[in-house]
C-alpha cells in the first residue's frame, strides 16, 4: 500500500539548513507529483513545493527560493532543502502525493535561538 515517512526535522538556529525527506512505498515517486506541505504553530496548512512527474518544480507563492524541492527516483525519496531557516518556518512538514491524497505521519522543524 501506498506509505509516506519523513523525517529530517528537529531544533535549528536561525540561519541553518535542513533537509528533509520522505521515503514513498508502494508506487514509484518518477510517476507522481508530490507535494510538500507545512503547519505553522496556529495557521492553516500551506503548500510549500510541488515536484511534478517530468521533473519540473514549482514552490508556491508564498514560499522564497530558500526551500528546493528535489528527488531521488531510484531511492524513491522527495526531498526538501531549507536553506537559511527563519523562525517562521517553524512548522510540521509534511508529504503529500496529489493523485489520491495520501499524506505521511510529518516531520516536526523548530527554529529557535
Known amino acids: 500500500q501506498v506509505q509516506l515517512v519523513e523525517s529530517g526535522g528537529g531544533l535549528v538556529q536561525p540561519g541553518g539548513s535542513l533537509r528533509l525527506s520522505c521515503v514513498a512505498s508502494?508506487?514509484?515517486?518518477?510517476?507522481?507529483?508530490m507535494r510538500w506541505y507545512r503547519q505553522g504553530p496556529g495557521k492553516e496548512r500551506e503548500q510549500v513545493a510541488t515536484?511534478?512527474?517530468?521533473?519540473?518544480?514549482l514552490n508556491a507563492d508564498s514560499v522564497s527560493d530558500r526551500f528546493i524541492i528535489s528527488r531521488d527516483i531510484d531511492e524513491n525519496i522527495i526531498y526538501l532543502q531549507i536553506n537559511n531557516l527563519k523562525t517562521e518556518d517553524t512548522a510540521q512538514y509534511y508529504c503529500?502525493?496529489?493523485?489520491?491524497?495520501?499524506w505521511g505521519q510529518g516531520t516536526q522543524v523548530t527554529v529557535s535561538s
Open positions: 508502494g508506487f514509484n515517486v518518477r510517476f507522481y507529483a
Open positions: 515536484i511534478f512527474s517530468d521533473g519540473r518544480t
Open positions: 503529500n502525493r496529489l493523485s489520491g491524497n495520501y
